[in-house]
């Protein structure tokens, strides 16, 4: 990988994720070698997929390249690589550009879509963890209509207007709003020849409420702004299988629907050599201690999506978003300056700052430890809080102006199909 | 295709670039029914696709939704779709979604690369006519240089890091530009353990000027320019080959290139069944009548680079650009309208506003029919007129943004691989 051998010691960070990222900026300009591994050369900012796939923003204004958050740090080495294997026992990684030697190794490899399995879903279904994804999902949503005028099949017609999105999480809810906008405001004039009042969005959630990891009120106030944009909310309802054509429930529910999007579930995105089942637990998370060491390693820690930390508060992990991935990074990077010290790591010990979720134009629900609060003001709070999140000034910048834009002219002109979408052949 | 048959006229209208779109809005509310069709369901403004090629801007804020264009237009009809062949005989079009029949049909195809034949060029460079193709020469520049870091072969590294633009027309020139100022800027920032002084960029031209097409002032201060910037230009050079390492040229001049980027010709984008050999002259172009009519036919027009028009001060031709079509695509707009009205159509007369290239920061020529100037005026003048011609507001102010950006913070940052490009397999 022509990485030269110093004598500091060399962290291995994998993943430039909000966790990677924050961990890297604490070590810059220390007497450690950092070098930064991700099969990506920008960072991405998830929250803001959704936007991406339903055409109110660039991609390229939601990714910010690392190699730009590391210019100034002489101690650190950014590489474009996949990571194949870790093997503990000689303390190395394996990739596909080479092997490389750590003394420290920090996993932040994020999550990936779970499937919980089902391999009939997983081929057939979008998904909107990267911006590929999230473009591939845009380019699909444009194509149906184009399709959907060629077809004089009525019921050909309405599947490639059905939308379902499975999962009701803060993605589910966010895409599910976003589409309902689009319906509202773009597509009738966009399709004059079409009958968009036949689209339909159902977003389909296994338990009892809309966004179940946020508050009771929140969820309620979501589910009422859902259907007030005319989303079907469908509650209880277990997705069973999609075939490409039709989803099936554990009730007698089923959808004829050409696009099902899987927002259901995450899990650790494990690597080889520390995936071992004595590692993990529930989501595919590794077991980590907490100063983030995995269960079983001195030098091996992990942070955010992927480490699994129990608190009193937390008995199950911390949520896998933001929050809790850059505040790890933040304390690993202080725990591992300690550690170089001689010093006693100090444990972690997670700030609840809250979670937000927006649905529409003047809608989002927001959660903080001591107040909720729905509707307008929280809107702004949810934008102010992405926007502040958001790297690089020019991408705030230019969301922001997109934002403007889209506000003021009920607009979203990254209606695109750049590079169409392909769907797979379908699996027997 | 599922287009309503009506009592007026039916216009189809292939190709949604300069010269399409003019038309289409010039036709607007009128009594005719005009059917647009294109393979890609947006306008692309092609003078900027270098700038997304080299980072400086996101493809969506080049490109704009035709719907939207269209959208006020109750007559208009857009399909999305691949034109297969035209039988003039029985009036209809084929296309990849069906076949229909026109009253007139008017081809704004635009032009495609032209390899003059070679196989082994075509199938070993890159070119910059769409967006994906931009992008995938974005990509391709990007990992050249993390794939350079991995070479300890000094010979390999280098060829990763030779750039050869093969034609020093507008495009090649402001792509020559555009890398040298990356080299300068961004690439060793980005790259410390690479020696940038390696990358090589250089401009092959087969005449003895760059900028032919412009004022031979324009043509010596543009090369003066791109010496500066430290390109190597090369004139009197004909490039002969590439097999994807090598490019060997006429005279003894080689160069060991990993990539090769293809502005050196383009040729009129013909569609079968109008591309027969008695319609076309030099360049593929279909020879029109000073009524856009294409030689031949009394329902088929041409309009912009497809169109080869001859008047008294351009007996080869108007140049292959924004200008012509515009004010072809206007003018057969108006005359389309005499035909209905059983009005005599009138000739249309090119009116030269000009034309310039910009070289970089600062830097730009402009030949205006009687008067001429390079520098920093010219260079604002460039960009005011691209973002008064680029279309919608808010891409011109994303533009615009991000010009500013760039040229305080000497930085472009949408480097980004978002779609890892994979060479083809080498042709034999």
Redo the contacts between chains.
Sequence with gaps: ??IPLTSNPRVIIIGGGFAGLSLAKKLAKQELQVVLLDK???HTFQPLLYQVSTGGL????I???I??VL?DY?NF?F??ANVEEIVPKEKKVITD??VLKYDYLVLATGSRTNFFGNASIKANSMVMKT??QS?NLRSLI??NF?KA????DLNERNALMNFVIVGAGPTGVELAGALAEIKKGILP?????LDIRQMQINLVQASDRVLPAMSEVSSKKAEHFLEKLGVNVWKDVRVLDYDGEMATTETDVYFNTATLIWTAGVKGATIKGVDDKKFLISGNRLKVNRFNQVEGFEDIFAVGDIALMTEEKFPKGHPMMAQPAIQQGKHLGDNLLRLMNNKKMRPFKYRDKGSMATIGRNKAVVDLPKFKFQGVFAWYVWMFVHLFFLI????R??VF??WV?NYIRF?R???????PYVKKVKNA
Tied chains: 1, 2.
């Design positions: 990988m022509n990506h050369n920008y660039e991609p390229d204004s990714a910010y390249p190699r730009k210019k002489t080495f590489r474009l550009i080479g911006i590929p473009l444009l194509q184009e005028l060629l077809k004089s004039k966009d399709y004059p020849d690089g000034f020019r991408n910048v230019i102006v997109n834009y607009d002109e990254a209606r695109l199909i750049i590079r």
